[in-house]
């Protein structure tokens, strides 16, 4: 049996009800955990702060590119270890890496741990711009 939706006026007060109960990850497309993940640090480089931080103008923060390499790894080893716990990936020619040894080989900073953080990185520029774009 399929399930039927209801087709609803574009301005019906039904329309608008549903519309403002959205949260932020269905406005910006933005995974809801994602929020709440370290995306980059304080001004004075004392505590991480996270992808809803970053992104509020009144709190000085500093980003990706302002991080030195030390930080960046860290706050990507962090943002790792901030998964679930069944979080694993499939890599080529290594296997299945679990969230324990994707950890290990970014803080040992590996070549995988480079890819690892590479991807990582890129997953948070990708929300800061999504984020960015739907303001």
Known sequence: MTKQTKRVRRNSPERVARTARRTP?????VAEFEWSLPAGFTSDG?????LREVLDPTIPTRSMPQLSED????????????????????????????????IAEIRSRTKIGMHLAEI?????????????RTR
């Open 120 to 132: 990582e990185e890129m997953i948070m520029k990708q929300c800061i711009t999504q984020s960015r």
């Open 46 to 50: 004392a505590r991480m702060a996270t």
């Open 25 to 29: 990850s269905r406005v910006t497309g």
């Open 71 to 102: 930080h960046r790894f860290d706050l990507v080893a962090k943002r790792v270890e901030l998964r679930p716990t069944d979080f694993s990936l499939e890599i080529p020619l290594h296997g299945k890496i679990g969230k324990a040894r994707a």
